[in-house]
């Protein structure tokens, strides 16, 4: 579309160009080059933008642009209302929205704060009080804050629907019919969404005046920057596929992704006594432990985050090198917003999905929804002989048939990959240092370790459990 080489040609005010440079970015990105003039301009949008585009920058400068007027260093509350509100499906998400949201407004004397469910309501009403420009929030915390009048919304001018698709997924369109009722009718409205489905465009039509659309990508299209891979892999094999590709990888960041809590602490368990630096992050975990993973996980002291679909959303990790789908979502959207932790802002990254027989038929609808095709492949697994407790939630045997079309699809595109051969796998030649050194060395196995090809236990291999 139209060329942009910097940000000073979007019209961005000195003090937010400064918070650019500080922050190190240069060159906007597609979604920030199209979408920063429309909402400059003052009108609505809709934008489809997945996470990892850079969309929140896309969002937070022009709405700390219109705030601009407003800003003050006044002591009074009554000086900083609501004029901004942010809302996200995740309390992560909502976390680091805000962060940079503060971090853009630095130099400005613009106030931010977020308010997300999890936590003493308590501890954010004095913050609320001070008074503050910005309000970044999950709907269900923000309905809490409006129920005690800890929160004013009625002179809030601009309103950010992030990650909206998501927000319905998890079923909060009534909450947020409750509040957008609340806010006053004159403002403008800026929806983000990674994928446009009819209930999304439903709520742009309710809640969106005439909406610019905008798309940086296909809609429901994955990003061309992450190699994706699909291996075939009996349910109860994964966790030896997993250990095994950890282990040789020494990948110093990987997400994987299972479908239940259950799964994913009992995994990230079984990971741990394998001597891998693991923990993981759902909703059964509270706030603190949630931030505590994950703050490990971005320092590096975990290498292994398991993480279910809503813990995972929002969560901003920059050149994650590496996804691996332990279990395939039901839901073809996920698998997008799965892989879309990786290859972030122009980086590469590669996805892997663990895809047993009874998975099969998601990896259908996905492949339709992302409307391409993925070579399934076949790795040789190295199982120890005494296997520890898998787990796999899903412990039948695999002699489930697949559905005719991925079996004939798996007939032409199947493609056996014996994973020990060095450098004959793209994975190899991944351009992060620390996982492609590591990947050159796999190791040797012991004589106590038995071959086993996946391809010959996916007709009925008495499980472990
Ligand atoms: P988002 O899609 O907003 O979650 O952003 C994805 C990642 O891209 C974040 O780590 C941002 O810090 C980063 N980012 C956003 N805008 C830019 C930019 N113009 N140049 C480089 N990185 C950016």
Redesign the pocket.
Known sequence: MTEIVNFDSLGLAPELLKALTD?G?????PI?AQAIPVALAGGDLMAG?Q???????AFALPLLQKLLPFANNGASPAKHPVRALILTPTRELAI?VEE?VRAYAKHTPLRSLVVYGGVDIRTQTPHLKTGIEVLVATPGRLLDHIEQKTVQLNQVQMLVLDEADRMLDMGFMPDLKRILALLPKQRQNLMFSATFSNDIKKLADDFLTNPQLIEVARSNATNDNVTQKVYSVAQSDKEALLIQLLKAAEAKQVIIFTKTKITASRLSRSLEREGLAADAIHGDKTQQERIKALDAFKAGTITALVATDVAARGL?I?ELPMVINYEIPSAPEDYVHRIGRTG???ASGIAISFVSPEEEKYMVEIEKLIKRQITKEIVEIEKPVARTRSASSSSKPSAHKSTSSTANQEATATKRTPYKKKASDPWFDKPYEAVVAAQQQVAVRSSSTRKAPVAALLGGLVLNK
């Open positions: 922050s970015y240069t060159t906007p990105t920030q933008a996470t990892g585009t850079g969309k929140t920058a680091q940079s901003d920059s972030r802002a122009g």
